[in-house]
């Protein structure tokens, strides 16, 4: 008897502890995300969509940010190490005009996992330096003359010849990242969302002119805490111990 109810309280113990131990795998369903909130910029189009552009054309296309979800999907999150949630893409054009100084990206994550469903949303607040289409470089040299007496040069100099035709990289970086969703369940885990930044622990990256950079947007799911057990199943759990307090007693005697 005293076997049976002590093999009963370790199952019970056991199941109390479980969800620590299985709270992964988990699946990433879907990911969807929306620049909000430009700052500055001339002729601003596509907020509240996964593409925003700004300035003037000059025959190549605007500047603009792209973002895109991981893929495919569902992705499987075996634990709480870093994953990827999508990808940044800044297109560099030579446009007119003013640039954005600054947006917000606002991403909605899916999960499933257990036998149930749940979610999660935060924002990245970027930064950006967008750049002239041109800086001047040194192409040359020539001559002119320091010095002349009537039509005649006495004295000739060598001097560089500056053209604005240079490259300028725009900038971007990660003012800032935040949840602003609570906690979510499946099955009898809880779980919370870290938006971590730019993959590779990048603070910034660089795009030329003309040209087009991509970036991995990175999170990490953590399991915050544990429901508090059942009435039934913590009275089970008493009962348990009175009861093997009592067969121990009565084989004392």
């Not at 994550?109 to 924002?123: C, H």
């Not at 970027?126 to 470089?137: C, L, Y």
Request: with cysteine; hydrophobic share 40%; glycine share 12%.
């Amino acid at each position: 008897m005293m076997k049976m109810l002590a093999k009963a309280l370790v199952a019970t113990a056991t199941a109390l502890t479980a969800s620590v131990a299985f709270a992964f795998p988990v699946n990433l369903t879907s990911v969807s995300g929306s620049f909000e909130n430009a700052v500055g910029g001339s002729n601003v189009n596509g907020e509240g969509t996964s593409q925003i552009r700004w300035g003037y054309s000059s025959g190549y296309g605007q500047s603009g940010y792209n973002f895109n979800g991981t893929a495919p999907l569902p992705q499987t999150i075996l634990d709480n190490d870093a994953f990827v949630l999508g990808s940044l893409t800044h297109i560099n054009k030579p446009v007119t005009g003013d640039g954005i100084t600054g947006v917000d990206l606002a991403v909605n994550l899916g999960f499933d996992g257990f036998g149930d469903n749940g979610g999660s949303s935060g924002t990245f607040v970027f930064a950006h330096d967008e750049t002239p289409n041109t800086a001047p470089v040194v192409t040359g040299q020539t001559y002119t003359c320091a010095s002349w007496f009537l039509f005649l040069c006495l004295d000739w100099s060598k001097i560089d010849v500056v053209e604005n035709v240079g490259d300028v990289d725009d900038q971007i970086w990660i003012l800032d990242e935040y949840v602003t969703s609570t906690d979510f369940q499946l099955g009898n885990n809880l779980y919370s969302l870290d938006l971590l930044g730019f993959e590779g622990d990048l603070e910034t990256f660089l795009t030329a002119e003309n040209a087009i950079t991509s970036v991995n947007l990175m999170a990490r799911l953590n399991v915050t805490e544990l429901p508090v057990p059942e009435p039934g199943t913590m009275a089970l759990l008493g009962l348990g111990l009175l009861g093997l307090g009592a067969a121990r007693k009565r084989a004392r005697q």
